[in-house]
């Protein structure tokens, strides 16, 4: 639990153990001082019984006990004795006569059980007493909680009651009835018992700083209070007369539904807002990784990453392209091959020194390229900073410094050669006086061999005599400083060079600058300095070596100086610190998990979201594979994308699967994986972005559920439509039997095939599997069907010839269109064939486009001429009329041949609405 909500937390539980401890001492006042309006806050209302005082007085005080480290066996003592009251009390209403009703005062409002508190009174305290008993007791914290959680239902549910005026909730009779205050005071005291359990049950996912934790903080409370307002405003309404009952509670429910979209939509806004920073924060991570390794790949510095213990775990390309090894022959201790025997002690000793101290790992050591050649490198590192869990690791350079160890040996070699061909020469002078000439040419010859080699070198050099004389100045050193050989004294280094502390930027007194260290005969080991001068107004870094200069008989002659430029090692060092803090940070402080995971599927690295996600700490899941916590039916699925992300298949993908969390239920997440390859392609480790939709999926769950129940629902109304139809036409037959005139008989029939097409819509939809519209070709087909018995047709002399393609049809469009066919084939067989004539029926059903067309044409008499639908005087054709155009639809009669009825409207009646509108 964050630091703030802790301490609101323990704060509210404060506030709320004195509240309730106020509450008790103020109606003990009002019974002490004989004052009604404590006892009962308002006339009329249920007193507050003493020993309910006395109860919340001790509830309270145990409750601000319980918050302190060194008080909790005194709550816990504290929350037994309300225990204890409220167990005698219930020795009362069973018969057993303890004395606890009138042990301090007698209420004379009360006359069957006086003093007593209420049954409810005595239930809360020894559910809310209990619960206070068993606070910080391990993983007991379900009872508590579920405990307070039932006296928070109760004491809500009283005050519910009260707000909407129920008697019966709360007044049973007098000495059963429970206060005001007392039901306000149990609401506070279960609120303080539910706050006292943090980081666990309810209260750990409400301060949880997850999204499930925010979403319940956004949630809970318009959950809880929004439909009791509403509720209350509702019934203010009514009372007032402004509405009635069916008004009140179709208002009731818009305003609840309203309340909910509103605060659902906005919640689905933040998450969809959470979700794209989310993304965008990956894709940084991934940019930011791919840029620091491209960084490292284009350094000339062998750059390598090792754990405290030596296990290496990383290498630049440089390092590969230089001992022509791969990165799985060098990774964990594999590298100590390409070093030198020779240097293998020293550099472990210097290693573990600097693992010890902390202090930066320095070394000279050979390292063995592809030739099988050692060349000399300078290697340092650095300890990275740590997240405070696993192993400390170093970030490490390797820097060639063969050329200079090459040049200092030759230095050193000429040097001892001179001084001795001197001392020979100054022996031999008298005896061999004509060979001084030679000797003068050799050393000048070998003078000139020096200096060739002074300025070929990569590296700055420069050589002062005894006094501080600058006596050698090479072409690099004039180049890194940016001036030539000065005859200045080494006081004047500093301000002539412009050679400054790499850290304070201050001049850098003499005595600290390395060549004149040599001249007193120290050896000054890669020394840092910062050059800025008017060659160099932006300044640079440089490293310095300085070592004294010797002769034969060990006299110091002078000292010498080699320094090379590491300004841009030194950027490229800070901006991978830099890179590497954003993605650390990134990929600790991502609302969702995050987590780096080997090949073989085992953790590498989590992050804290990922940990709080699964229920188990960082340590716990390094020791185990994502395979052990996937729910088994979900693992193939899993593993065979990993295996086509391996294959090079694809480069990531996405899926739904359920971890199980350390408590032992389900969790269900959106897995997004990747990988990361080497300069080879070869697999290095994934990456894996988890995001908790375990509400997400129960809310789905639950609206599936709610669906069905509504597509029941609605079969369940088209079934009894049909039947209630099935009843009119049935009613209709019973009543046309009274009749005996054949006019009126036939009424009836036709009002009866009427309903009867109209049932057959709903029986039609009461058997669709999408409730929404129905396959009207096979509903013509039992129309007819029906016609044809209903007017007893003879088959051998009437044809029937359906031509119905599917076209399927809503409910608002089926209806009218079934009475259209009703009324047409009744008229056809009616009175298209009299006098017991042959004839053929003919049906078609088409569907053009977005237009219906339904033909019905008969060879029949045909229909005369001064008929139309629109100057019938029979009501089906006008009938006819009507619907065609409650269906948007145009009518046209053929009389050629019988008559022929065609009747085109749109598909979708919303379609044809919208054209009308226009």
Request: charged fraction near 20%; aromatic fraction near 8%; glycine fraction near 8%.
């Amino acid at each position: 639990m964050p630091d703030r909500l802790h301490r609101l937390r323990i704060r509210f539980c404060h506030a709320s153990g004195v509240f309730v401890a106020l509450m008790g001492s103020l109606g003990l006042l009002g019974w002490i001082l004989d004052i009604a309006a404590l006892r009962s806050i308002l006339p009329g209302l249920a007193t507050m019984k003493p020993n309910t005082c006395i109860a919340f007085i001790l509830a309270g005080f145990a409750l601000f006990l319980l918050q302190q480290a060194n008080s909790k066996h005194l709550g816990k003592f504290v929350a037994l004795i309300v225990v204890l009251i409220s167990v005698l009390s219930l020795l009362e209403y069973a018969g057993v006569q303890v004395g606890i009703d009138e042990l301090l005062f007698e209420d004379p409002e009360s006359t069957t059980a006086p003093g007593r508190m209420s049954l409810a009174t005595t239930i809360f305290f020894l559910l809310l007493g209990t619960a206070l008993a068993f606070l910080h007791r391990g993983l007991d914290f379900y009872i508590p909680q579920g405990l307070a959680a039932l006296g928070f239902l109760g004491s809500s549910l009283t005050l519910i009651a009260y707000l909407y005026g129920v008697d019966d909730l709360y007044r049973v009779a007098p000495f059963s009835s429970i206060s005001l205050h007392t039901a306000a005071s149990f609401f506070i005291l279960s609120l303080g018992v539910l706050a006292a359990c943090p980081d666990r049950g309810l209260i750990g996912l409400l301060a949880s700083s997850g999204q499930g934790g925010i979403l319940a903080r956004r949630l809970l409370p318009v959950a809880f209070l929004g439909p009791i307002f509403l509720g209350w405003l509702r019934l203010l309404g009514q009372r007032q007369g402004w509405y009635g009952l069916e008004f009140g509670v179709a208002l009731f429910a818009l305003s609840t539904v309203a309340m909910f979209t509103v605060f659902i939509l906005w919640t689905a806004i933040w998450i969809e807002r959470t979700d794209r920073e989310r993304r965008q924060i990956a894709l940084t991570l991934k940019q930011n990784d791919r840029h620091v390794r491209e960084l490292m790949d284009s350094l000339p510095q062998l750059i390598w990453i090792c754990r405290s213990d030596g296990y290496c775990e990383f290498f630049s390309r440089q390092w590969m392209e230089y001992t022509g090894a791969t990165e799985e022959e060098h990774l964990g201790f594999g590298w100590a091959d390409v070093v030198n025997p020779d240097d293998r002690v020293i550099a472990t000793e210097r290693w573990n020194r600097s693992v010890a101290t902390g202090e930066p790992y320095e070394a000279e050591i050979r390292i063995r390229d592809k030739s099988k050649t050692y060349r000399w490198f300078k290697a340092g590192a650095t300890l990275l900073p740590s997240s405070g869990t696993g192993p400390r690791k170093w970030i490490g350079t390797n820097t060639d410094i063969d050329d200079r160890k090459r040049a200092e040996s030759q230095l050193r070699e000429l040097n001892a050669t001179l001084e001795q061909k001197v001392i020979e020469r100054t022996v031999a002078a008298e005896e061999r006086s004509g060979a001084l000439a030679a000797s003068e040419a050799a050393f000048r010859n070998q003078s000139r061999v020096m200096n060739s080699i002074l300025q070929s070198m990569g590296e700055g050099v420069a050589v002062a005599d005894r006094d501080g004389t600058l006596t050698i100045f090479n072409k690099e050193a004039e180049h890194i400083l940016g001036l030539g050989l000065k005859e200045i004294h080494a006081t004047e280094w500093s301000d002539t060079y412009g050679l400054f502390d790499p850290t304070t930027k201050q001049p850098c007194p003499v005595e600290k600058l390395p060549l004149y260290r040599a001249l007193l005969g120290e050896v000054a080991n890669d020394c840092e300095l910062f050059v800025r001068n008017p060659r160099h107004p932006e300044g640079r870094y440089i490293i310095v070596t300085g070592r004294p200069i010797f002769s034969e008989l060990g006299v110091l002659e002078g000292g010498v100086a080699v320094f090379r430029d590491v300004t841009a090692r030194r950027q490229a060092d800070e901006e991978l610190r830099e890179s590497r803090e954003r993605f650390q940070n990134a990929f600790e402080h991502t609302s969702n998990g995050m987590a780096l995971l080997s090949v073989d599927g085992r953790w590498l690295k989590v992050n804290s979201a990922l940990c709080r996600i699964v229920g188990r700490t960082s340590e716990e899941l390094l020791a185990t594979t994502f395979q052990a916590i996937t729910h088994p039916e979900d693992l193939e699925p899993d593993l065979q994308y990993a295996r086509k992300l391996l294959a090079g298949e694809i480069s990531n993908y996405q899926i739904e699967k359920r971890y199980f969390h350390k408590d032992g239920h389900i969790v269900w997440i959106i897995l997004n994986g990747s990988i990361v390859r080497d300069t080879q392609g070869k697999p290095l480790y994934c990456i894996a972005h988890v995001q908790d939709i375990t509400e997400r999926k129960l809310t789905e769950e639950r609206m599936l559920a709610s669906l069905e129940e509504k597509q029941v629902l609605l079969r369940e109304i088209h079934h009894r439509v049909k039947n209630n139809l099935q009843v009119i036409s049935s009613l209709l037959d019973l009543q046309s039997q009274y009749s005996k005139d054949p006019a009126t008989v036939e009424m009836f029939r036709e009002s009866q095939n009427r309903v009867r097409s109209m049932a057959l819509v709903h029986e039609r939809l009461y058997q669709s599997e999408t409730l929404a519209n129905i396959d009207f070709a096979n509903y013509l087909g039992d129309l007819v069907g029906y016609l044809s018995s209903t007017y007893r047709v003879d088959t051998g002399m009437i044809h029937f010839e359906l031509d119905l393609e599917p076209v399927h049809l809503s409910i608002d469009s089926a209806v009218p269109c079934g009475l259209l066919v009703n009324e047409l084939v009744s008229n056809c067989l009616k009175y298209a064939f009299p006098n017991q004539r042959e004839g053929n029926v003919w049906l078609s059903l088409v569907q053009t486009g977005d237009d219906v067309i339904l033909t019905v044409q008969d060879d029949g008499v045909g229909l005369a001429e001064e008929i139309t639908l629109r100057n019938s005087k029979t009501f089906g054709l006008r009938l006819v009329a009507a619907l065609t155009e409650q269906l948007h639809g145009v009518v046209k009669i053929d009389r050629t041949q019988g008559t022929s009825v065609q009747i085109t409207f749109p598909a979708m009646r919303d379609k044809a609405k919208k054209a009308t509108q226009k």
